[in-house]
């Protein structure tokens, strides 16, 4: 009896545990929804890349149309704003600062340009997605007041020399470090065409990356300075030009907004330039470029994106004709059985 008792006493047990470990029911945790499994019929697929085409091509010419219609004037400057001295040792000129680094030219705009006017600069052959480039910041102390002195990550730029008392930079980081400092001024007809430099910096970046309690400390002060100063008295979240430049870009080539002309240029207009020709590219071999354009609805110049609905389009039509000749010149009814493998070869199964 008391074999019998103990046995049974187990498999209750053994039941009670496999209900405790049974998940709940449901008709989601059982697979057993309503579902639809659309059979891709020879007609719906026709269809459906005729729909396709017919969609993107015009699309992809209105992209087109519109970014051909962008005026854009670049105006690259770092050989042209080489005085003929140093023509041959340009590393020379850029490094003395006893020797006046301002630069005028004249450009002719061959095309109306209507308000906003936006003003880019151009760098070639700079690679800010360089592993190491990219890296050196800290966004905690970009963000917060009361993580200055983090600056993990930031090394060589980091902290000041010992000789000037060893304090954390702010910003720190080589990105910040050599932030871009040439500078601009335009004319045209004895009128200076102001530059207006608010709104240039993603609205997300100067609240969500920026702190508004956080300043300028210790920036530029070491022996070797990379780039423009900051200053103190501004908070990094206002700081815009610092905050277009501390979002990398992904390719050598790239632009960077500076500012936006909020007037027009003429047709044939003669816009007098007037550079300080500040930032070392000469040293590795890169490209200063200063570049006006337009923007339509598809942004500024960008052929790629009209040309690329143009391809998909056309290869979605050429699927569809293909398909629909297919379908009528041999023809297949739907759940034939003879096309499957077992009936087609019989004695394999055997």
């Known amino acids: 009896m008391s074999v019998e008792s103990s046995s ?3 498999a209750v047990t053994d039941a009670q545990s496999k209900n405790v470990r049974k998940p709940k029911y449901s008709r989601f945790s059982q697979q057993e929804l309503d579902a639809w499994q659309p059979i891709l019929t020879p007609s719906w697929a026709i269809s459906i890349f005729t729909v396709i085409g ?3 091509i015009p699309v992809g010419l209105a992209s087109l149309f519109a970014s051909e219609s962008v005026v ?4 690259r400057y770092d050989d042209e704003c080489l005085p003929p001295d140093y023509k041959n040792d340009a590393l020379a000129y850029i490094q003395n600062d006893s020797i006046n680094k301002t630069c005028t030219r004249k450009l002719t705009v061959k095309n109306n340009m209507q308000a906003p006017i936006y003003v880019y600069y151009q760098l070639g052959n700079f690679y800010q997605n360089h592993r190491r480039y990219v890296k050196s910041r800290n966004d905690k102390q970009l ?3 009361a993580s200055e002195g983090d600056v993990s990550s930031c090394s060589p730029e980091d902290y000041t020399s010992n000789e000037m008392g060893h304090k954390p930079i702010v910003p720190c980081g080589i990105i910040a470090w050599s932030l871009f400092n040439d500078t601009y001024k335009l ?12 709104n240039i910096a993603w609205k997300s970046d100067q609240l969500a990356k920026f702190g508004s309690d956080v300043y300028p400390k210790n920036f530029q002060t070491g022996g070797l300075i990379g780039g423009a100063r900051l200053n103190e008295s501004i908070p990094l979240s206002e700081q815009e030009d610092l905050i277009v430049w501390m979002r990398t870009a992904a390719l050598p080539t790239f632009r960077k907004l500076y500012g936006k002309i909020e007037t027009d240029i003429e ?6 330039l007037v550079i300080e020709n500040n930032y070392n590219t000469y040293e590795f071999g890169g490209k200063k470029s200063l570049v006006l354009s337009t923007t339509t609805w598809v942004g500024g110049r960008n052929h790629f994106l009209g040309m690329a609905y143009i391809l998909i389009g056309g290869v979605s039509l050429l699927l569809a004709v293909g398909f629909l000749l297919l379908y009528v010149m041999q023809p297949r009814p739907l759940g034939d059985p003879s096309y499957l493998s077992w009936n087609k070869n019989p004695g394999s199964l055997r």
């Open 72 to 75: 854009e004037v670049p105006f």
């Open 267 to 272: 047709v044939n207009e003669e816009v007098t």
């Open 143 to 145: 963000r917060n007041k």
């Open 8 to 10: 049974t006493s187990v």
């Open 187 to 198: 004319s045209s007809n004895n009128k200076d065409l102001v530059i207006n430099k608010k």
């Open 54 to 56: 017919l969609i993107f």
